[in-house]
């Protein structure tokens, strides 16, 4: 047991569907508060409803799926995967263990950052979850470590189990769609997005997979090509992490998009 965590005990602080602070990979910040604040943005902007069937892509250790237990309904259904598998077998012990329909499991893949020693890469993956499976979906803090053919991979996926009429909920850190020989363009804070690959921007050379950065137009264009309708009045709503933004009601960049109705 980690120092803050021996003291969180000591302190009565610990809650039972609150992971050791040890575990807590998935973005910064505190996990209860941080998990309740984004579940509330995602639903202010997009749901899901009390009675949908939602997918979490890359679940971690249960930071969006704490809240959501108080929003779905028992007869709803949740399923999360994630690549690390103490995070995955947490969430089962503690999340499924009190709410049922709430179910997790390990997807074996290659990341660099968080599972280095993983089997194939997500460019391929197929979900294990059948066509039209769900009302929502979501990714949060995913496609910020993912390069754009796995990012392809997953809208594809997405649109393939999600119904129609069904939403699709990712953060992101968007590159402005502005000239690239445009020498205000890396001015911001987002200069730390400093290193240039083919079709996106990272902050390691080494470490891609850390944090990247993709161009907006080419999100814009890979939802599309799959048949998501984003809608430019909510669609895209940007961030306060590139400093272009202030007053944001987020750090990173939500892309909502909807499969046409049937």
Known sequence: MGPLDLLDTMRGRREEMVPPRRMWFVGGGNFKTG???LCRQMKECAGPEPDHDVLDIGCGIGKMAVPLTKVLSPQARYEGFDIVEDAVRWC????TARHPNFRFQVVDLFNSRYNPAGGDSAAGLRLPYPDDSFDFAFANSIFTHLAPDVVENY????ARVLRPGGVFF????LDPPLDPADPARWTTPSAWFGVEHDGYRSVSRWTPEAALAHPERDVRARYARHGFEIADELGVVHGAWSG???GARSFQDFVIARLPSA
């Open 35 to 37: 998990g309740e604040r």
């Open 92 to 95: 089962s012990d503690h999340i």
């Open 155 to 158: 809208v594809a996926e997405a």
């Open 170 to 173: 990712a953060t992101y850190f």
């Open 244 to 246: 272009r933004y202030p």
